[in-house]
């Protein structure tokens, strides 16, 4: 089955502490992103990346670093300097350019304790 | 900034009747609109969407209409079923940008 795979599905981290995120598509697609969702905030992009080796810092980039050496992975580190990391974590890929529809994976929620 | 806009956080309808759900953008080059579903603790799944070349695309029971003049977007679901609750974010892009904008979300209850 193709699809998006985020692990862990719930991590809890102390403060001060960096985390990363898991993303591994099989779907073969060329652009990946890492959304973020609050309550009453919707969904807001965090970085994205079009293609191996290369990524653009979304709205909400601080705090933040990915890296793309594979096509099928886009691992996000939450650093410490995010101040306010508790969140529901959405990574999705995209692959035609232009039809805009992202395929999402089940998300992982982070809890700073 | 919020380009694109749901207004109404939340909406509770009938079983058996009709659901609308309303959108509203204020970036002109915005030229693609989708509709996404989500359920709790799950990842987001598209639904429906739309070009800016029509006003109105059909999917089932889902249909959205696009105004551009007004630059405002609806989701109508017909008949609203119980599994249709969920919140609904409405997202936009254009034409040679990665980005996909997302609203803020309308939470769905369908009432049997």
């Known amino acids: 089955d193709g699809g998006i795979t985020q692990s862990p599905k719930y991590l809890f981290r102390k403060e001060g502490q960096n985390v990363t995120l898991s993303c591994e598509q099989n779907?073969?697609?060329?652009?990946m992103y890492w959304y973020r969702q609050d309550p009453g905030q919707g969904l807001r992009l965090i970085y994205y990346?079009?293609?191996?080796?290369?990524?653009q810092k979304g709205d909400i980039a601080e705090g933040y670093s990915v890296s793309r050496e594979k096509k099928e992975s886009f691992p996000l580190t939450v650093t410490s300097a995010q101040k306010n990391p508790t969140a529901f974590y959405l990574c999705?890929?995209?692959?035609?350019?232009?039809?805009?529809?992202?395929?999402f994976g089940e998300g992982s929620r982070l809890t700073v304790l | 900034d919020q380009q694109v806009k749901q207004n109404s956080p939340s909406l509770s309808v009938q079983e058996g009747r009709i659901s609308i759900l309303n959108c509203d953008y204020t970036?002109?080059?915005?030229?693609?609109f989708l509709w996404y579903k989500k359920y709790p603790a799950e990842g987001p799944t598209f639904l429906i969407s739309?070009?800016?070349?029509?006003d109105k695309n059909e999917d089932g029971r889902f249909t959205v209409f696009l105004n551009k003049s007004a630059k405002h977007l609806s989701l109508h679901i017909v008949p609203s079923q119980p599994g249709d609750s969920a919140v609904y974010f409405c997202?936009?892009?254009?034409?040679?940008?990665?980005?996909?904008?997302f609203g803020t979300g309308t939470r769905l209850t369908i009432i049997p």
């Open positions: 970036n002109s080059m915005f030229d693609y």
């Open positions: 999705a890929s995209r692959d035609s350019y232009y039809t805009g529809e992202l395929f």
């Open positions: 779907l073969n697609h060329d652009a």
């Open positions: 739309i070009s800016s070349i029509k």
């Open positions: 997202a936009a892009n254009n034409f040679g940008n990665e980005k996909l904008t």
């Open positions: 990346s079009q293609i191996v080796n290369d990524f």
